[in-house]
């Protein structure tokens, strides 16, 4: 089969909320090549396997999303394929005059209160 390769660029609240490391792992179940990396306007990502891979990952993608996390929109383009190796997150890329959407400060979680003040922790 041959393999697909397809862009995605991910706007809303994406920035912040475990993303990226979400994506990570999505791509990395279905095992799928690419990339995903923050830039000024949202997260961009470029995946590449089997057409049914490449396809599971694009529903799971708005299905499974961090829970603090909220698309707004997603652009799919196809590419060609370009053979990667793996996928990894790559560095941030800024672009001017962009526009990001960055989440509230929320509180801090009874399991992580707990951790900061147990002097047997780490985190203490």
Do not use: K
């Amino acid at each position: 089969m041959t393999p697909v390769r397809m862009r995605l660029t991910v706007r809303g609240v994406v920035q912040g909320v475990g993303f990226r490391p979400f994506v990570y792992g999505l791509a990395t179940r279905l095992a799928l090549t690419g990339f995903v990396g923050n830039d000024s306007a949202g997260v961009f990502i470029e995946v590449e396997g089997s057409p049914a891979a490449v396809a599971a990952f694009q529903v799971a993608l708005g299905d499974e999303a961090p829970p603090l996390a909220h698309i707004e929109t997603v652009t799919a383009t196809p590419m060609p394929a370009q053979g990667d190796a793996a996928f990894v997150i790559v560095a941030s890329a800024a672009q001017p005059a962009a526009a990001t959407l960055i989440s509230p400060d929320l509180c801090t979680c009874d399991d992580c209160l707990r951790e900061l003040f147990d002097p047997a922790d780490r985190r203490y």
